[in-house]
């Protein structure tokens, strides 16, 4: 539906897929598997139709559904050429119930949640929305002498955890190859009586979505001929033709240079060489889609300007803002001119920057976190998707150039609620020096709001003096019972680089993976300083930053050590990558902790992994504000 395109290129190896690993790793850190088993540990009567195969798993249901009451879970049903397995089938007389589980947070207190005001369905919904229309559509033609209702099952944001280590009732283990969460421990009698899922009968919205019209021109109107195109195409690998807009720089068909080299295909190439007429050479120009922070990019594209170097300064229209430094929309153009001039100079701009460095206090202090928020909570009183902070690093720089990892703190227990245990001991780390501290993007403050807001409501005796010190290093949200901002409120350093600094390296991203690297290649005091194993560290030994290959300094994050070295698969197989090199991976990382029944080996060398990402995404704060102060010649 978001694609019809995207049918030729699905299941077929030599398209890499990159939302089969995402939303198996999403799933996993998000506790989304976890849902799907809680889901059926509500039924304990139910029955799982476990074959894979087709055939086999429609004569199990088949057969199960002769019962006059049965509740399937997985359940197989067919009609013509459309396959689908549900959730949760319970069939109760002439009565079915399609039960579709999504880990998605929903909020029972708002009768509003689907629906926009113009009573249109919220895109943020519309796609779990079709997939149970879909189902209910197949249901109700395989079994067209039962009554269908549907529902969503989903997490309800508004319940409360009724008990400690509901989600260690649910682990994840392997079998015969393949990995599945199980159930380990039966559901308390608190467990089963205040669910944290509920269902949500949603037969309204599947009659408005099968009957509603498509507007699209290249598909069919009516949802059943809609969905009989789909379908045939799909069976006689025939590619749709669907425009080509700013929805494919998602695109999850798109392959690297090095997978190339071993035949694999870009879908999205072939999807702008047959629309937009290019050729394999036109892709090393930079697209329109890699303009960054764009909403026009589809304007853009109708109107054949398919490359950066196509647009001019009126289709950008750069203004400046009521803020010191670049505008998003002056940045847009700085990235759009140096594209056109193919200028590869970096921009900073030095005089307000140094009016930022004048107001710093030294020593200063580099801070990073790592977080989770999942479905099932890991504690007892916690909302889902209420926030955990499991980890932090923290850097200093002197005056005098030295830097130093001052602290780090990682949560290593199972069933340990981290939160009031790591500001401890954030505290304890900050308040070695009254130097001026920094983050990167707002998380920081966002996540020290959250244990703010769950101190108030805790017996912590310390709970005031630890509240004092997060009013003291963080700033109230837009809509608080108290405004505040603190004397050390923490200072973005990621507001800093979209405002004052540009390096055509980055190719358009503020993400510190893509400035880290650009500010290496173009300070040679970095180059210089870091090439030295000379650095304080608690994690590395003799370990040397900077390394140059081809006249480049290989990317930091790409020296990390692969956490599994020399340690056979047997060992670390619930692993999906062998290294942790940004945010998702540390979360889903940490997640594994929680769930997944490992040796204490793979336990200690996951945490030894992420204690050395964590150290360098704040060393990599230090490093960045360090080649700035090169650039203005004040090291």
């Not at 798993?57 to 019962?67: C, M, S």
């Not at 001929?225 to 494919?248: H, M, T, W």
């Not at 240079?257 to 071993?262: F, G, I, L, P, V």
């Not at 594209?301 to 203004?319: C, H, Q, T, Y």
Request: aromatic share 12%; charged share 25%; hydrophobic share 35%.
């Amino acid at each position: 539906m978001e694609c019809p395109t995207k049918l030729y290129y699905t299941k077929k190896k030599q398209y890499p897929d990159t939302k089969l690993k995402d939303s198996f790793l999403a799933s996993l850190a998000e506790g989304g598997f976890q849902v799907g088993e809680l889901a059926k540990a509500y039924y304990p009567k139910g029955h799982e139709v476990k074959a894979i195969d087709y055939e086999t798993a429609l004569g199990e249901t088949n057969k199960l559904l002769e019962q006059e009451n049965v509740v399937i879970f997985e359940a197989a049903v067919q009609y013509k050429n459309l396959f689908i397995r549900i959730d949760i089938l319970k069939k109760i007389g002439n009565n079915l119930e399609l039960i579709e589980v999504k880990a998605k947070s929903f909020d029972s207190s708002n009768d509003g949640e689907f629906l926009n005001k113009s009573g249109n369905i919220k895109s943020t919904w519309r796609p779990y929305m079709e997939d149970v229309a879909f189902q209910a559509y197949v249901l109700a033609n395989a079994f067209p002498e039962l009554k269908i209702n549907s529902f969503l099952m989903m997490v309800d944001k508004n319940t409360i955890c009724p008990t400690n280590g509901l989600h260690q009732k649910f682990l994840m283990e392997e079998n015969n190859g393949s990995k599945q969460v199980v159930q380990v421990e039966k559901l308390s009698t608190e467990e089963l009586t205040n669910k944290i899922l509920t269902s949500v009968n949603i037969n309204e919205i599947v009659t408005k979505i099968q009957s509603e019209d498509d507007i699209r021109p290249f598909l069919p109107a009516q949802f059943e001929a809609k969905v009989n195109y789909l379908s045939e195409q799909y069976k006689l690998d025939e590619r749709i033709v669907s425009p080509i807009g700013s929805i494919c720089g998602k695109c999850e068909f798109q392959c690297s240079s090095d997978e190339k080299k071993t035949g694999s295909l870009s879908g999205l190439e072939e999807c702008w060489s047959l629309q937009a007429g290019m050729t394999a050479n036109d892709f090393v120009q930079p697209l329109v889609l890699d303009l960054w922070s764009s909403r026009k990019k589809d304007k853009f594209i109708a109107n054949k300007k398919f490359f950066m170097k196509d647009l001019n300064k009126e289709d950008i229209s750069p203004e400046p803002d009521k803020s010191l430094g670049l505008s998003s929309s002056q940045r847009q153009w700085l990235q759009v001119e140096k594209t056109i001039n193919k200028d590869v100079s970096l921009y900073l701009d030095k005089i307000n920057l140094l009016k930022e460095i004048e107001s710093w206090k030294w020593p200063l202090n580099f801070i990073d976190f790592e977080t989770s928020a999942v479905a099932i909570p890991f504690h007892k009183d916690m909302k889902p998707y209420e926030g955990l902070v499991f980890q932090f690093s923290h850097h200093t720089l002197s005056k005098t150039g030295d830097v130093f990892h001052a602290g780090e703190y990682i949560n290593t227990k199972r069933s340990f609620f981290p939160n009031f245990d790591f500001i401890r001991k954030l505290k304890v780390s900050l308040s070695k020096n009254q130097g001026s501290i920094f983050c990167y993007t707002p998380h920081e403050n966002t996540y020290l709001n959250i244990i703010r807001k769950q101190l108030k409501k805790s017996a912590e005796k310390d709970k005031e003096e630890l509240i004092s010190f997060i009013e003291n290093i963080s700033h109230s949200p837009a809509k608080n019972e108290k405004s505040w901002i603190g004397k050390r409120d923490m200072i973005d350093l990621w507001r800093l680089v979209k405002r004052f600094y540009f390096d055509p390296a980055t190719g358009g991203s503020n993400s510190i993976k893509a400035v880290l690297p650009a500010m290496l290649n173009s300070s040679s005091f970095l180059k210089k300083k870091y090439s030295l194993a000379n650095y304080q560290s608690k994690n590395f030994n003799d370990f040397t930053w900077v390394e140059i290959q081809n006249e480049k300094v290989i990317d930091p994050y790409k020296k990390l050590p692969t956490i599994f070295k020399n340690i056979s698969y047997s060992d670390h197989k619930f692993l999906m990558n062998d290294e942790i090199t940004n945010g998702g991976a540390a979360l889903t990382a940490y997640a594994k902790m929680q769930y997944v029944q490992m040796s204490s080996l793979e336990r200690d060398l996951i945490i030894s992994a992420l204690k050395k990402y964590c150290e360098l995404d704040t060393l990599a704060m230090a490093m960045i504000v360090e080649g700035w102060l090169d650039f203005l010649g004040l090291n």
